[in-house]
């Protein structure tokens, strides 16, 4: 430490060059982890191909365009993310791969950042000020938002930066001097166009500064230099939204919020992540820290992380939080782990603190792992969506995930408790689509690539017009690998439906929901069957399902064989005739005609017996089986397999009747009888006498015999 009148002794500087060699080695020791933590949870997410694709049109020539020719609509909230991918991507370096270097960029400037700030704020004294980046880099969230394709990293950069700036140009005042320059105007307008949003920091942090800093000399030159350019980029970019696209808002905004509000959900959220990621157990040291600042007469720091956190935690509540998992909680990591930093230097300074330091550090890591590694080894390996609020093919999965039995720590009484309560707000949010976590968006885009890959095929192959319009529910990577004009069902770049009112589903960024009429003023082709795929297997539950059911209102679906597996399953908005002459090596079929379950089950018999034979467990495909034996005439078949099915669902109704009718047209009495009691005794669980009694009835003919119910 400098002595009082500010030099070091030659044994002092000698130590504080030693920790500032050794500081820095540990700080790349814990960039590394968070590199390490962060390529572990590496992915994409099908949203980000969104931006992919405006970035790709916007490079080659065609505009900032979703679908090139049809119109401007902005269908995206990160503008300047756009035009940096549009920049890389002119120069060869496609969308996909630049977000990925970008976002790790980001990701260690991020890192960087928070260290520099508390190693700045402790002087170096001690290892503490290593603690915040210590933390960020063992957070799930932090690493996993340090990929994905979104703009997420680069924006919170550019914002905690912002409000570290403040901070320095406060200190700067305060001191009895002036700031150089006053750059956080700058960082938060930039921010600005990464994500608007970041007006609900920014302008917070700038007006505390302001009010902090009012009877000081030379604060209006200040306020000047640093409102002047925010309301010029800020006003210059809704002037561009307005000249370009037409509206003053981005489209999505329209799409997925309106005006309304979701306080229940957002609550949830909130709590969700608050018990996951034991927020606990750092508000006792937040609180020695601020404690700490009053006495030492900094609170102009503390006063600056508030006016960013709690207008940020108040938007996110009000908006009901996020699709995304967190992701729009990861502003709170830096700026609390700062303040985290800052109570343990505090705690340590203490007579009787120094001790505690490291039980509430440990305390604190350990409470970013349990949780957060359960939900990873408990997601299940298929894709399931909705998991596990909406996963309802899999039971066993949905009611295993996050259960506490299954943790030593989390087994524990109290612990116990708290952690059912987490695993209840996860399976309620995801329910509406809200925190879906990192390996669902995973698996999806896998499945999402495939698809868009295998329409592109077939546009190569001369199959499908390159400019077929066709309309789905997902329009990330399969309009983006497909090259194909997009309709998105759910609005979000399409303004009719974002426009339309009220919500149709209570879905987070799924609430509304486009119909036939704007499939036909869209011009669409092919409206999918299946939310996502256009192309299905034989396979297909939604294919199967088609074949029975009549998919949009009196528009039956239509379907086209494209490989000896594979069929293109849609609705023809503007008719057969009009497609088939598109598509003349395509041959369509009414799904409910006789003539195409001829075919089909030629087809989907021996896949389904296939699957079997490679999964016997697979119950869907056993059910599937099934029913076409059923429809084939092979009783003693479908019989058998409906019997296994009981055994793994022993509460489904339709299963038993299922054995109950095959059982009597096969003459098989006491197998018949056993199914009956079976769903009577369901029946009376479910308490409908109706049904009941029409079950007693026919068990009762059965005996050849009447009698009083049991």
């Known amino acids: 430490m400098a002595g009082v009148g500010g030099v070091r002794s030659r044994g002092q500087q000698g130590e504080g ?56 609509v902005e269908g995206f909230t990160n503008f300047l993310w756009v035009l940096l991918l549009a920049v890389f991507d002119r120069f060869g370096v496609v969308p996909e791969r630049a977000a990925l270097v970008l976002s790790f960029v980001a990701s260690v400037g991020l890192f960087g950042l928070v260290a520099w700030w508390a190693r700045r704020g402790a002087g170096g004294r001690s290892w503490v000020w290593l603690t915040p980046a210590l933390l960020l880099a063992s957070t799930r969230s932090v ?23 403040v901070c320095y140009e406060c200190e700067a005042f305060a001191s009895g001097g002036e700031p150089r320059r006053a750059v956080g105007g700058w960082l938060f307008a930039i921010a600005e166009l990464m994500r608007p949003d970041a007006l609900v920091v920014g302008l917070p942090v700038l007006l505390a500064a302001a009010w902090y800093l009012r009877r000081l000399r030379g604060v209006k030159g200040w306020v000047r230099a640093t409102f002047v350019p925010l309301v010029i980029i800020v006003g210059l970019h809704i002037l561009f939204r307005w000249s370009y696209f037409g509206d003053w808002l981005p489209n999505t905004y329209y799409a997925k919020v309106a005006g309304r509000a979701r306080w229940s959900w957002g609550a949830r959220y909130l709590a969700a992540w608050a018990i996951e990621y034991g927020v606990a157990f750092w508000l006792p040291l937040i609180a020695v820290a601020l404690m700490h600042a009053r006495r030492a007469g900094r609170t102009h720091i503390p006063l600056l992380f508030a006016a960013a956190l709690g207008p940020w935690v108040g938007y996110i509540v009000a908006i009901g939080g996020d699709h995304f998992e967190y992701r729009i909680l990861g502003l709170m990591f830096p700026l609390s782990y700062l303040w985290v930093g800052d109570g343990l230097a505090a705690l340590r300074e203490m007579p009787k603190g120094r001790w505690l330091v490291p039980f509430s550090f440990a305390a604190i890591l350990v409470s970013l792992w349990v949780i957060p590694r359960r939900s990873h080894l408990d997601f299940p390996s298929e894709y399931m969506s909705g998991f596990p609020g909406l996963a309802v093919g899999n039971a066993a999965s949905r009611d295993d995930y996050l259960a506490p039995e299954r943790d030593p720590l989390l087994r524990l009484p109290v612990i116990r408790a708290i952690a059912r309560i987490h695993q209840r707000l996860t399976r309620e949010l995801t329910s509406h689509f809200v925190a879906i976590r990192q390996e669902e968006h995973a698996r999806f885009l896998r499945h999402a690539e495939t698809q868009g890959h295998r329409l592109r095929a077939l546009v190569d192959a001369g199959l499908l017009p390159r400019d077929t319009r066709v309309a789905i529910d997902c329009i990330g990577a399969i309009p983006y690998r497909s090259g194909l004009l997009v309709l998105d069902r759910h609005g979000l770049t399409d303004k009719v439906v974002a426009h339309q009112k009220p919500a149709v589903l209570d ?35 939604r294919l199967l399902f088609a074949m029975t059911h009549t998919a949009e209102g009196s528009e039956a679906a239509f379907a086209a064989a494209v490989s000896d597996s594979e069929y293109l399953l849609a609705v023809l908005p503007p008719g057969v005739e009009s497609v088939a002459a598109r598509t003349p090596m395509l041959r369509w079929n009414a799904v409910l005609d006789s003539s195409f379950a001829v075919g089909y089950l030629a087809r989907a018999v021996p896949a389904f017996e ?68 079976r769903l009577f005794e369901l029946a009376r669980i479910r308490r409908d006498d109706a049904s009941a009694a029409r079950v007693w009835t026919r068990y009762q003919q059965l005996q050849g015999r009447g009698g009083p119910r049991p």
């Open 143 to 165: 690493a996993v938002w340090s990929t994905s394709g979104l703009e997420t990293r680069a924006f919170e950069l550019l914002v905690v930066a912002g409000v570290l700036r």
């Open 610 to 677: 296939n699957k079997l034979t490679h999964d016997p467990a697979d119950l869907k495909a056993t059910n599937a089986l099934a029913f076409l034996y059923l429809v084939q005439g092979r009783h003693r078949e479908a019989l058998d397999l409906y019997s296994r099915l009981s055994s793994a669902r022993p509460t489904d109704e339709l299963v038993w009747a299922k054995i109950a009718e095959l059982a009597r047209s096969l003459q098989r009495p006491d197998e018949e009888r056993a199914a009956l009691l």
């Open 507 to 541: 879905l987070m960024a799924h609430e509304k929901v486009a119909g036939l009429d704007d499939a036909r003023r869209f011009g669409v082709e092919l409206w999918a069957v299946d939310p996502v795929d256009l192309v299905v297997e034989v396979t297909s539950e």
């Open 17 to 72: 060059q030693i920790t500032v060699r050794v500081g820095a080695i540990a700080m790349g020791v814990i960039t590394a982890l968070g590199i390490w933590h962060a390529w572990s949870y590496r992915f994409l997410c099908d949203d980000a191909f969104i931006s992919f694709r405006y970035a790709r049109n916007l490079s080659h020539g065609a505009g900032l365009v979703f679908n090139p020719g049809l119109g401007r």
